[in-house]
């Protein structure tokens, strides 16, 4: 008789696959429920900007790209309306990289081959008994919604535009951002080093969208070399354009029980952030390094569905998220809105952020994910299954 699921993991993307890839090393059996005709690995536009911890908990279960996908950033320019300006060096800060930007395809299919490989993980194609459930499926997750919980949305009038350009001017490794009538323009590096390919994310008025969705490539490319004051020179679309809408959003509760017995909510399943800060991807990391760590740590005694262990990582997670996200959405109120006095005190704000010494010091730091606990190493060989 095969031996019971420890934990049952619904939703095979990128924070599920990393989650049961960790869980199995720690001997855990784990049911990875991945819905048919939705393969992880499937072409997606967007980059991930991933900070120090994510590189770290990705590199312990090997599925760090290599650095032509793994583009290491060594400068941040962020630009605003007004003159305001904020510039972060990797130097300054004394590490090799800010972050990195990582091609999405190429991480997806690193964790799919380890998943493979892993004989603790079950790709399943439906849900699993086991004692403890963890809900990765998504912000529109179905499983949240059979188990009650409350997904409190703030929708921002904004959605979206995301691509990859091919850029005259290598990028230098440095992330650009700025910040202009309400919108927020980022390119982010790809392809390594020397590349010139670049991704792409406008956040723009939801009426604006789909007209720039609409535009022809050149129209579109030549709107988009004016919003980044020439910057990186002609550019040329090298991708599909995608759109989505935008939005704040946090369960009421991240951890409960059911009739299937203990769960908790992980990833956009828990909490969807602005993309402007970039920690989106990072937060759903995070909490595979939380719910890892407590796991691995319980006493002997305990259960992996134990309810004081969850509540823990519950609580722990959500007072990371009240930082990360409530600052990133501060950010788009603030630069919302077109008003000349609104205007003129943020990009003050800026320069004066610019000068702030310690306190930018933190925040680079605190972005960069070398202010956390390390993540869990998969290698312990005692077991502390109960």
Known sequence: ??????????????????????????RLRVALVSAPGNPAGHSDVRAYALNQSSKTLLEAVRCWPDAPHATAVVSMQVHGDEGGEVAFSATEQGVDALNWIVDVPVLEKLLTEAVRFQPLIEVV??????????????????????????????????????????????????????????????????DGAAGNLCALVWSVSAERAPLLQAMSPDTFCETLQTASHGALGALTLASE???????????????GTSAQGAWVLAGDAAHTVH????????????????????????AYWRSVGDTRLLRQYERARKADLALVGNTGDALQQLFAHAHPSLQTLRN?????????????HWVAR????????????PNREESTAP
């Open 1 to 26: 008789m095969a031996r019971p699921y420890d934990i049952c993991i619904r939703g095979a993307g990128i924070v599920g696959r990393t989650l049961a890839l960790h869980l199995a090393s720690k």
């Open 125 to 190: 194609e439906t849900p699993q008994t086991a004692a403890l459930t963890v809900v990765c499926e998504g912000r529109a997750s179905r499983t949240r919604e059979e188990f009650g919980v409350d997904f409190d949305v703030t929708p921002y009038d904004q959605w979206a535009v995301a691509a990859r350009v091919q850029c005259e001017q290598p990028h230098d490794q440095v992330a650009r951002q700025w910040f202009s009538q309400g919108e927020v323009l980022a390119f982010l590096p790809l």
């Open 241 to 255: 354009r995608h759109t989505w809408p935008l939005q704040q959003a946090q369960a009421r509760r991240w951890s």
């Open 275 to 298: 993309p402007l800060a970039g920690q989106g991807l990072n937060l759903g990391l995070a909490d595979v390094a939380e719910l890892v760590r407590l796991l691995d740590g319980r």
């Open 348 to 360: 003050w704000g800026m320069n004066q952020f610019e000068r702030s010494g310690l306190i930018k």
């Open 366 to 377: 605190r972005a960069m994910g070398t202010t956390a606990n390390p993540p869990p190493s």
